[in-house]
């Protein structure tokens, strides 16, 4: 289940379980973050932080357990949902008809924000590894969602849009939005208002020692 809900939550997780195959990945994840939260969940490679993810924005259903969410959601995935034969604009502007946007106001502050107008008129094939992502962030993030949910959101960041991505971030909690970024490392854990550790199945609340963060 995942839903919309009436609740002074932002996202609430019930004992989400599943398995593929004989395989448990996710053994009764369970979580509650407010609005105005700035959370990450950090884990090994194939903890399955992915599969929640996908679990937690509607793509993957659970075998048992629950989620739901206050408002719109938006969701980046590690993998960039873009078509190598359209432009940035063509991007922003099939988004729009999709979200049912009257006008591109917030997709034109975040492309500006993190500096990449110069592409607007470049066909995605041709972008770097970082425009892309930073393209995929903006069609996350242009219809304003109140929770947002990242899968290792700043891959391929260059340091300076490292920096900005975490602004961006850090505004977004502070207008009240849930931001929830996943990792499989944890780093500037001190942004985060708090941290969950997706271990054996189950995510703990987590504070890492010096060396970890």
């Given at each position: 289940?995942?839903a919309p809900?009436a609740?002074?939550?932002?996202?609430?997780?019930?004992e989400?379980h599943?398995s593929y195959?004989?395989r448990?990945?996710?053994r009764?994840?369970?979580?509650?973050l407010?609005?105005?939260t700035?959370?990450g969940?950090?884990g090994?490679?194939?903890?399955?932080?992915?599969?929640?993810?996908?679990?937690?924005?509607?793509?993957?259903?659970a075998?048992?357990g629950a989620?739901?969410?206050?408002?719109r959601?938006g969701y980046?995935?590690q993998?960039?949902?873009?078509n190598?034969?359209?432009?940035?604009?063509?991007?922003?502007?099939?988004?729009?008809?999709?979200?049912?946007?009257?006008?591109?106001r917030?997709?034109e502050?975040?492309?500006?924000e993190?500096?990449f107008?110069?592409y607007?008129?470049?066909r995605?094939?041709?972008?770097s590894?970082?425009?892309?992502?930073?393209?995929?962030l903006t069609?996350?993030?242009m219809?304003?969602?109140?929770?947002l949910?990242?899968d290792?959101?700043?891959?391929g960041?260059?340091?300076?849009?490292y920096?900005?991505?975490?602004?961006?971030?850090?505004?977004?909690r502070d207008?009240?939005?849930c931001?929830?970024?996943?990792?499989?490392?944890?780093?500037d854990?001190?942004?985060?208002?708090c941290?969950?550790?997706l271990?054996d199945?189950v995510?703990?609340p987590?504070?890492?020692?010096?060396a970890e963060?």
């Amino acid at each position: 289940m995942s839903a919309p809900y009436a609740s002074p939550l932002a996202l609430r997780v019930s004992e989400v379980h599943k398995s593929y195959g004989a395989r448990q990945v996710l053994r009764g994840v369970s979580l509650e973050l407010g609005p105005g939260t700035l959370a990450g969940i950090v884990g090994e490679n194939g903890a399955g932080k992915t599969t929640l993810l996908r679990i937690l924005c509607g793509q993957t259903a659970a075998d048992s357990g629950a989620v739901a969410h206050r408002g719109r959601l938006g969701y980046c995935p590690q993998e960039t949902v873009l078509n190598d034969f359209l432009t940035v604009e063509q991007h922003l502007r099939y988004f729009q008809a999709a979200y049912g946007l009257g006008d591109l106001r917030r997709a034109e502050e975040l492309v500006e924000e993190l500096h990449f107008a110069e592409y607007r008129r470049a066909r995605v094939a041709v972008l770097s590894g970082g425009t892309r992502q930073k393209l995929n962030l903006t069609l996350a993030l242009m219809h304003d969602p109140q929770v947002l949910l990242l899968d290792e959101p700043y891959q391929g960041f260059d340091w300076e849009t490292y920096l900005r991505f975490w602004s961006v971030a850090a505004r977004l909690r502070d207008r009240g939005r849930c931001v929830l970024v996943v990792s499989h490392l944890a780093w500037d854990t001190g942004r985060l208002d708090c941290l969950y550790r997706l271990h054996d199945g189950v995510a703990e609340p987590w504070q890492p020692g010096p060396a970890e963060g």
